[in-house]
């Protein structure tokens, strides 16, 4: 006879509402688990996305995405020509916001050549770039649909297709336009300022640089070898693709990573506090059950039984209930929500060993009652 | 009268029990000798703090006396120092107790409360199942045998709490107020039952009360002041 069983069935409604609370609780530990991972997913993707092995940047600098970097792009094909380097491309990245149906929308703005590296690997609905100018792949979390246009700058984009996950660690949706337009966008002035500065005499800033080149290397060639080589131009520096992404995450996102590591360990000490004191009451609850039980003959095992499996149920329900209302709105949330199966299997345990311990405090308040408590009407 | 040949199911020889040291010590027992036999209804009668609970909780074993000896069913269990090493199953093979507020696990129904003891003593659980439906139709409560203890009535209740008493058929019953929720019809009932299973099964019943309703129900009637069995009241019937 499970004893455990039997008091959750008895007490169904508010062991489910225990549990509801609970599950909320657990919606948000893997909500904050899932925006770590999204964060750290979000920043390596926009780095991994042109599948480069080697990023040219200005002397002196982290790169396009620690600080800003200007590279003549006429350097490309002298990187091109590296032994060892099989393709090269050009690439810039810049931060706008467009307006759109009324509210503005903030952009992480990537531009590529077409043919060449830096480009969408994998185009979700319609097609990449085709024309010259005025189109865009965007990815899906700026609510964009193909088809549809967005002013950047002056000038107005046609969607021609979409792209998942590809955001900026900051968390703004990517797009994709053309190196020559993305060149324009950075560096064109709005009508005034570019009348002041023709009437000083002044030319336009030129589309000569861009934020980095990026290179593919033979397999059998070593990319720190080649990095080596860059580096003897003395106003070019390069970094191997593990170096930047070591770069991104030890640098970029490592403030915000530690903030939401920090608060995801707050969350889990609440938890931990919260199940502790679940378990407590309840078995403080049942003492005068526990004494009678003691009266009537049984064992420790059965008193320990009843109270750690009701906790294990607690935390078991609790954790399903979180994960599949975490299922159910993690695409509802404005930055992405990544959950592996690693997270929910860590929480499992975490939350398994926390149950068990939890449960000791009551199991300890019981072990401690008088059987003769019973006793007494 | 009393016929002393038969066994002797509960035997104190002097027990005592104080609290504290010093100027603080209270003598709840002093010194008692108690031989209680098979088939014997006894009542334990005296004032709050008389130590009858004291007396009852030592023949439980669920408080150690602080010296003299403890005979329970013919085994010696304490001797200035409890002489078995698991009470809770000593409890489980030779004791039942009654409660004066019943005290049945309110989520088990009244099948399982009496089940649940014969499993905790090894029985299977269709054997635990079978032998609790036919304690609870011999105490005239097996048509309530499903249902949960909030639904059942005092007497009711009562019922099931004997039929668990006396599932693993003790030597010894225990009974604290066993009637002190009930009214007089019901208790003499109750106590008529409890007469006839301790002829049934020779067992002895020790039961504290308060109730002057029943006292005709008892053989032997103990009163307890100040620590002391201080009058064998006589054989009541």
Known sequence: ?377 | MLDDSRRVIVEIKSVAKHYGEGDARVDALRNLDLKVHAGEVVALLGPSGSGKTTLLNIIGCIIDPSKGQVSLDGEMVYDNKWLRGDLRRLRLDKIGFIFQAHNLLPFLNATDNVALVLQLAGKTAAQAQARAVELLAYLEVGNRARAMPALLSGGEAQRVAIARALANSPRIILADEPTAALDSKRAGIVMDLLRKLAAEQEACIIAVTHDEKILDRFDRLFNLRDGRLEDIIGDAR
């Open chain 1, 1 to 377: 006879m499970n004893l455990a069983f039997r008091d959750v069935r008895h007490n169904l409604f508010r062991f489910l509402l225990t549990c509801l609370g609970l599950g909320l609780l657990m919606t948000v530990v893997l909500a904050m688990m899932g925006i770590y991972n999204g964060l750290v997913a979000d920043a390596l993707n926009i780095v991994k996305a042109p599948q480069a092995d080697l990023w040219v940047v200005e002397a002196d600098t982290q790169g396009p995405f620690a600080e800003a970097s200007q590279v003549p792009n006429a350097t490309r094909d002298a990187v091109a020509r590296l032994y060892g380097v099989t393709q090269a491309g050009s690439i810039t990245y810049q931060t706008v916001e467009a307006p759109f149906e009324g509210a503005t929308m903030r952009l992480y703005v990537i531009g590529y050549e077409r043919g060449r590296l830096g480009g969408p690997q994998t185009i979700t609905e319609g097609r990449g770039l085709q024309a010259s100018h005025f189109e865009m792949v965007a990815d899906s979390k700026t609510g964009l649909t193909p088809g549809e246009t967005l002013m950047l700058g002056r000038n107005r984009f046609a969607v021609v297709g979409l792209v998942r996950d590809t955001m900026n660690s900051g968390g703004d949706p990517a797009v994709f336009l053309t190196l020559a337009d993305a060149q324009v966008l950075q560096t064109q002035l709005a009508p005034p300022a570019a009348r002041v500065q023709a009437a000083r005499g002044g030319t336009a800033p030129g589309g000569a640089t861009v934020a980095a080149l990026i290179a593919r290397l033979d397999p059998s060639v070593d990319p720190r070898s080649v990095a080596q080589t860059v580096r003897q131009w003395k106003h070019l520096s390069a970094l191997t693709q593990a170096e930047q992404e070591d770069i991104l995450i030890q640098s970029v996102v490592d403030k915000a990573r530690k903030q939401i590591g920090l608060f995801l360990g707050i969350l889990l000490t609440v938890s931990a506090v919260v199940i502790a004191l679940i378990i407590y009451t309840m078995t403080m609850e049942k003492l005068k059950q526990i004494a009678t039980l003691k009266l009537i003959g049984a064992p420790d095992r059965v008193i320990i039984g009843l109270i750690v499996q009701q906790s294990v149920a607690l935390g078991a329900v609790g954790l399903t209930l979180g994960l599949g209302l975490i299922l159910l709105v993690k695409d509802y949330f404005p930055r992405r929500v990544l959950l592996e199966p690693v997270n929910a299997l860590a929480l499992t345990g975490i939350i398994l060993v926390v149950c068990v311990l939890a449960s000791g405090l009551g199991v300890r308040a019981a072990l401690k009652v008088d059987p003769a408590t019973a006793l007494g009407g």
